[in-house]
Every structure is written in structure tokens, then in C-alpha cells.
């Protein structure tokens, strides 16, 4: 699978959107991108995911480059429940599709 | 509609002594993955089931093992514990859709003395 580059952290002020970056030049055709959050002492949980087309959903919007080597969560209004490690994915269809590749992510802090 | 679950939420383990983690699966998912989390790391895939089978595992010795049950839920063996072995262990439900997403139960916390 493809490597993804994240920042190692960021911060936000509440109520602010935040745009959080994503590198991954060496993707595929194939490779969707998804993006996982895992707050502090919970399993990560399922943001949003995208193939070439800009996202939007109830939770977040994913910007994709046109090129897709690099693609763009944004956070329309952080709130601290937003304060989390935010994952950057790539997956392919076929194969374990339970096989996720986690990197360290950007751990996103949010001041009131 | 359940979450995932898993159990027990934290226990403790000396070393070369075996553990069993379990998880049970979202309702309506056939699919359950298995992950290891250290300190300050992301997840790390150890193995995959569908539908009963073994079919996907990552870099993990084989005294990593599990099994699934005809209701989907999951087991993890773990023998042989090492002190590296400590660690946040997730399983993940999903339906068997190629980019489907994964639902993750809040873990179990092993720790190795």
C-alpha cells in the first residue's frame, strides 16, 4: 500500500475550521483515500473517504488535489470534541479490506 | 444496531503466560480485523477473518492467532507473552464492501509484567 505524509501536530481555535494536509504522491489509480479520527481512549472512528471527487459529510469535507498526490480534511468548525489523532489512509479495493495502514497521523489540538 | 464490543477493557499478564481477547461484531458485519496499538503508534493490522476464514495478516508471529464464530464474533490468542506484547489491542467490524469502513470497538488494554 501507499505511504501517506501527515504534519505531526496542528492546533485550532473552537469554532475556526481547520484544514488538515495530507501527502501521498506514490498513490495508485486505484487507492481511495480515508480518513479515521481516534479521540483519546477510543478506537479510531470512520470520517470520510474519497476517490477523485471533493466529499462532503455530515462530519467533515475531503479536498482532493487534481493530481491526488495530495488531498485535504477540513474541519468546518472545530469543536474540542474535535481534538483527536486524525489518520490519513490509503486502501485499494480488492485484497483484506479489513487491512487498514495506519502512519502516526496529526494529532489535532483545539483551544476554547 | 449494537456497537463493537470488546472484553475485558483492561487486564494484566506476566510474562510467557497466554491471553484471549474477544470482540463481538456490529450487527450485519461479516468481517472482523484485528489491531495492535502501542504507546504513542497507530494501529497496526494483525490479521483479518470473513466469514470464519483467516484471510489477510499482517507482520505478527503465528502466537498471534484468532478465530471467528458463526455469529461473526472474534477471538485473539495471544501465547507465549511478551513485554512488547503490552498494548491497546482493537478489532474492527465491517460488511465485506471493498472500501467499506471499518467500525472499532474501544479496545483492550494488555499490559505484560
Known amino acids: 500500500d501507499a505511504k501517506t505524509t501527515q504534519p505531526n501536530s496542528m492546533e485550532s481555535n473552537e469554532e475556526e475550521p481547520v484544514h488538515l494536509p495530507c501527502n501521498h504522491s506514490?498513490?495508485?489509480?486505484?487507492?481511495?483515500i480515508h480518513w479515521y479520527r481516534q479521540l483519546p481512549s477510543q478506537g479510531p472512528e470512520y470520517v470520510i473517504h474519497?476517490?477523485?471527487s471533493n466529499v462532503n459529510n455530515r462530519m467533515a469535507s475531503l479536498a482532493i488535489a487534481e493530481d491526488r498526490k495530495s488531498s485535504t480534511l477540513i474541519l468546518h468548525r472545530a469543536t474540542l470534541r474535535d481534538a483527536a489523532v486524525y489518520y490519513c489512509i490509503l486502501r485499494q479495493p480488492g485484497g483484506s479490506q479489513g487491512n487498514l495502514i495506519f502512519g502516526k497521523g496529526t494529532k489535532l489540538s483545539v483551544k476554547p | 444496531e449494537t456497537g463493537v464490543t470488546q472484553s475485558p477493557t483492561h487486564l494484566i499478564k506476566t510474562r510467557g503466560q497466554q491471553v484471549t481477547l474477544r470482540c463481538s461484531s456490529q450487527?450485519?458485519?461479516?468481517?472482523v480485523s484485528w489491531y495492535q496499538q502501542a504507546l504513542g503508534q497507530g494501529p497496526q493490522f494483525i490479521f483479518q477473518?470473513?466469514?470464519?476464514?483467516?484471510?489477510g495478516r499482517g507482520n505478527f508471529p503465528p502466537r498471534f492467532s484468532g478465530l471467528q464464530f458463526p455469529n461473526y464474533s472474534s477471538e485473539l490468542n495471544v501465547n507465549a507473552l511478551e513485554l512488547d506484547d503490552s498494548a491497546l489491542y482493537l478489532c474492527?467490524?465491517?460488511?465485506?464492501?471493498?472500501?467499506?469502513?471499518?467500525?472499532f470497538g474501544e479496545g483492550s488494554r494488555l499490559t505484560v509484567l
Open positions: 474492527a467490524s465491517s460488511s465485506g464492501v471493498a472500501t467499506g469502513e471499518l467500525f
Open positions: 506514490t498513490i495508485s489509480g486505484t487507492d481511495y
Open positions: 474519497g476517490l477523485t
Open positions: 450487527s450485519g458485519h461479516n468481517t
Open positions: 477473518y470473513y466469514r470464519e476464514e483467516e484471510n
